[in-house]
């Protein structure tokens, strides 16, 4: 009899233990993103939201931040984040609203539009 333990054997043991584990952490790391939620009050609008940013020099921008009933238009630092003024003007806001209306795309449509030209050019070779 040999008593010399199986290095093949003791490797598809550990390489399936190894698989056990990582397939339930992947598992919970699903159930927790699906069933527990980011936003308890369950709505996904965000009401606050950057309409635009510009950099004025090295690590100071100013931004156009829309919040409900208004824009705000704050000065942002390394170490300081102050309010420069309050847009409440309907007519201001109106014009805003319209020109942030129109949606850039997202990452997922520009990559749906970069693989159906792979796709595409595949099919037709």
Not at 8 to 37: C, D, E, H, P
Not at 77 to 106: F, G, H
């Amino acid at each position: 009899m040999n008593s010399t333990p199986d290095a093949f054997s003791n490797a598809f043991q550990m390489l399936t233990a190894l698989g056990i584990v990582l397939g339930g952490l992947l598992l919970l790391f699903w159930v927790a993103k699906r069933y527990l939620k980011k936003d308890p009050g369950g709505s996904n609008k965000q009401l606050i939201k950057v309409i635009a940013n510009q950099y004025v020099g090295i690590k100071k921008n100013i931004a156009l931040i829309q919040v409900p009933g208004s824009v705000l238009v704050v000065g942002l630092t390394n170490d300081n984040i102050s309010l420069l003024t309050k847009i409440e003007d309907k007519r201001i806001l109106e014009t805003i609203q319209t020109e942030n209306s129109v949606a850039e795309p997202s990452f997922s449509d520009h990559l749906q539009r970069l693989t159906a030209r792979f796709r595409s050019a595949g099919n037709g070779d």
